[in-house]
């Protein structure tokens, strides 16, 4: 089983499903799990946010999203994410395949360890080879603007950073930001799950102001951005799907 977590939008892309709930560990999962088919492969989705966009960035419950997945036997998962851009090559519409992050994030629960239960696993790599060479050949082959790999900065939120932060990133040499990826992505590697982001650029981040044909961020163009691409979005999923 192929496991999904998205933004609500991805229901769109859903036929058929079942919607099941499930209680782990660690509580509930951010919303019921549709189970479906796509291209003949089972699949689970899970609303990051809940149907209703209910959990700001720090507050989704990813310890009980990426269990839950666990729980019905699911060993790769797929994560969609928005995401602003810190270098002005990288373009609003633009995919970037991520391979590697950057935590700026504090006080979320980020592993299954606990006493009596340590767990050290590498994260030198934490984005799985294999899956993201396929979405880099899916990309290519749809014709769709992407970069093949970039570092993203995952911050606290729910706020958009400052300029002096902005700034900061880009001379770091980061190339997008969101506010999601972690602990996600570390939190399924540590339960032996192969991870893959797929980010939509949906900004230019507060830092590229300077430059007078780039507007600083604001929600209305992230989901106006957003919008414009979703169906460019559920395309690569279901390709990258029909190839696992």
């Known amino acids: 089983m192929i496991g999904i977590i998205g933004g609500s939008g991805f229901y769109s892309f859903l036929e058929n499903f079942n919607e099941i709930e499930i209680e782990t560990p660690y509580g509930k999962p951010s919303d019921k799990i549709a189970i479906t088919k796509v291209e003949g492969k089972e699949v689970a989705f899970i609303p990051k946010h809940g149907k209703k966009h209910i959990y700001p960035p720090h507050k989704v419950p990813y ?24 270098k002005k090559e990288i373009a609003p519409g633009d995919f970037v395949v991520v391979d590697q992050f950057i935590d700026r994030t504090w006080g979320r ?3 299954f360890s606990d006493i009596g239960n340590v767990k050290h696993i590498s994260m030198a790599q934490p984005y799985d080879e294999q899956m993201r060479e396929i979405a880099i050949n899916v990309l290519e082959e749809l014709g769709y603007r992407f970069h093949k790999k970039g570092t993203c900065v995952v911050i606290q939120g729910p706020r958009f950073s400052t300029l002096a932060e902005s700034r900061w990133y880009s001379k770091m040499g980061f190339d997008v930001i969101g506010m999601t990826q972690y602990p996600e992505v570390a939190l399924a590697n540590e339960l032996g799950i ?10 230019y981040d507060a830092g590229l102001e300077d430059d007078p044909d780039i507007k600083p961020v604001s929600h209305e163009e992230v989901l106006r951005v957003f919008s414009e691409n979703v169906e460019k979005l559920k395309k690569v999923i279901i390709e990258i799907i029909k190839r696992i």
Request: glycine share 6%; proline share 0%.
């Open 63 to 86: 310890k009980a999203n990426v269990y839950a997945l666990k729980q019905l036997g699911v060993d790769r998962i797929i994560s969609t994410t928005a995401c602003g851009s810190l």
């Open 194 to 203: 192969r991870y893959l982001n797929i980010t939509l650029v949906t900004d």
């Open 109 to 111: 629960e980020d592993t």
